[in-house]
């Protein structure tokens, strides 16, 4: 049996390759791999990989960042067949399997594809073209959906590049809505086996053609296990569901159920639109993802009568769940409530990056007492960046040497000081012993480095946040004088609703420092516009667009740098 794949897609398009009998071909962009697909970045080092025994041929996905498609599902492992489609990153590869019986010689690559595989992508007749078309939008709206998700916490992505994605996201997307009763058709057939980035632009399509019909029939079978297919159908609706909608959907399931509950405060949440009586949820029988969100939608909406549904989850034993309802009641008032709160043994039940937010003075010495009783973590070292007092710069400057802490303190000391000193860094990778060489093993084995063909280790050079001690020393001797006890400072100067409306807009701020500026502006000035890291560029610089609009009415009422609390002035 011989395999033979063209690569029709992608930086490397036009390339071909063979698999015989008993060989396994690594893919990946890692010199190491045996297909080396170095130009598409989207690509995992070692991201799946081809077997063939004789009698069937395998490919299994070697748990890649962005996922092994087949024929537009995402696999983890796949028997393959003439004519199958695989797509890895930007890349799509189309398979063609001779059986020794009929084969007399070996085809040429070209040969493979002009007989073989081509006939299998031509459309037989129009019909056929169009749903094969729209089955390819809907395969590259699923991916980029995916995607998406993974560059909102890439520290090499900014938040405004995502927008790229977006905009070709909603192309696909707009492309299945003109495809009209034939495009939904094909949506409805493959959201039947399809994954949750499918599932996304699915529901997007029916809510941009007005089919409920169509949506409700994706909602009553969602598995409520299936948090990812879950947060895509609930992620689809906040941004595409008709305004007409909002009311219907709260009956197409039972109140009570779990999967009504995570996307009904995930669409109102969201919307800023009131629960009425289309929700009702008792915590203690629900997931704590779903609980989370409940939380969450609880804050954004000021949701009063669910504050001791709220104090309830601040006892809860998932973090994320205390950190939702910390913020909810922040939102709501309850700063006292959440500073005092703790789970056992006098322990907090609010990380300190939360506790933060409304952090005064007061709580500042509590947090410098702890780091300085060896009780630092790199939550602690964040938070002592958002209070932004500079007796935190010495702490932070002597956390640098820490390896486990420096990513921390390092991040801490910009917020404060806005220094924006950035080092060039090999990040070595780390090795899994199953994708080693024997002779790979062998060499780690005696404690000697595993090198590339070209003698240089395996890894990456990446631009950080200096961690150098020396240099943000230096730094801070030759500025210290710019900067006066007792005030808050964020990126060098005193904290106003200005400076956490550019935290929010400067493209290299990390999404969950954007995250805190955003309820601190919430929290602290009473700055209440509707935000998420998670929106839409486009609608994300909108709403920064009318901070800006208010900060010409409001910004004289507070002091540069003081500590305040629902406009408030505190100490």
């Not at 797509?87 to 040969?111: E, W």
């Amino acid at each position: 049996m011989n395999i033979f794949i063209e690569i029709v897609s992608g930086p490397e398009k036009g390339r071909s390759l063979q698999l015989s009998d008993n060989q396994v071909l690594r893919f990946g962009r890692n010199p190491k791999a045996d297909v080396v697909l170095a130009l598409d970045q989207s690509i995992s080092s070692l991201h799946c990989s081809l077997e063939c025994d004789g009698q069937t041929c395998r490919i299994k996905d070697l748990n890649s960042r962005n996922g092994t498609f087949v024929n537009g599902h995402r696999i983890t492992e796949a028997m393959l067949k003439t004519g199958d489609e695989i797509r890895i990153g930007y890349t799509t590869l189309i398979v063609s399997i001779q059986s020794p019986v009929t084969q007399t010689s070996a085809p040429s690559p070209s040969d493979v594809t002009s007989k073989a595989t081509k006939p299998q992508r031509v459309a037989r007749s129009p019909r056929r073209f169009y749903v094969e078309l729209y089955e390819e939008h809907l395969e590259e709206a699923s991916f980029l959906y995916a995607q998406r998700l993974t560059l909102f916490d890439d520290a090499e992505i900014t938040w405004v590049t995502i927008g790229e994605w977006e905009e070709r996201l909603e192309a696909h997307i707009d492309a299945l809505v003109i495809g009209d009763d034939l495009a939904l058709e094909v949506c409805e057939k493959q959201a039947a086996e399809g994954d949750f980035g499918l599932l996304f632009a699915v529901i997007s399509v029916f809510c941009r053609q007005r089919r409920f019909d169509l949506l409700k029939n994706m909602l009553e079978p969602l598995d409520p296990e299936d948090l990812e297919k879950l947060q895509a159908v609930a992620d689809a609706l906040k941004y595409e569901c008709p305004p007409e909608w909002e009311s219907e959907i709260a009956h197409v399931l039972p109140a009570t159920d779990p999967r009504q509950v995570f996307i009904l405060a995930t669409l109102y949440g969201y919307r800023r639109k009131k629960f009425g009586e289309g929700l009702v949820a008792d915590i203690a029988t629900l997931p704590p993802a779903v609980i989370q969100t409940l939380a969450w939608a609880k804050g954004r909406l000021g949701d009063k009568q669910g504050k001791s549904q709220l104090q309830d989850c601040l006892k809860h034993e998932d973090e994320s769940v205390r950190s939702a309802a910390a913020v909810a009641l922040l939102r709501l008032g309850d700063q006292k409530l959440v500073q005092e709160s703790t789970i056992q043994n006098g322990i907090s039940a609010v990380p300190w990056s939360i506790r933060a937010i409304t952090a005064t003075s007061k709580e500042l010495t509590l947090l410098l007492a702890q780091v300085g009783r060896n009780k630092s973590e790199p939550d602690s070292l964040m938070a002592l960046g958002i209070m932004g007092e500079i007796t935190a710069v010495p702490v932070l400057l002597s956390h640098l040497a820490d390896g486990a802490m420096a990513p921390a303190a390092a991040l801490g000391l910009n917020l404060i000081t806005g220094a924006e000193l950035y080092e060039k860094v090999f990040i070595p990778e780390v090795m899994d012993e199953d994708e080693l060489f024997d002779e790979e093993k062998e060499q780690v084995r005696k404690g000697q480095p595993v090198l590339r063909p070209d003698g240089k280790p395996y890894g990456e050079n990446v631009i950080r946040l200096s961690q150098k001690t020396e240099e943000w020393k230096g730094w801070w001797t030759a500025n210290e004088n710019r900067f006066s006890r007792g005030l808050r400072y964020r990126s060098g100067v005193p904290v106003t609703p200005v400076v956490l409306i550019d935290n929010l807009a400067f493209p290299k701020t990390p999404r969950i420092v954007r995250q805190l500026a955003h309820e601190e502006l919430v929290i602290r000035y009473s700055a209440d516009i509707p935000f998420e890291t998670d929106m839409p560029v486009r609608q994300q610089q909108e709403a920064i667009g009318k901070w800006k609009t208010w900060t010409i009415v409001n910004e004289k009422r507070f002091k540069p740098g003081a500590w305040y609390v629902t406009e408030q002035l505190v100490r």
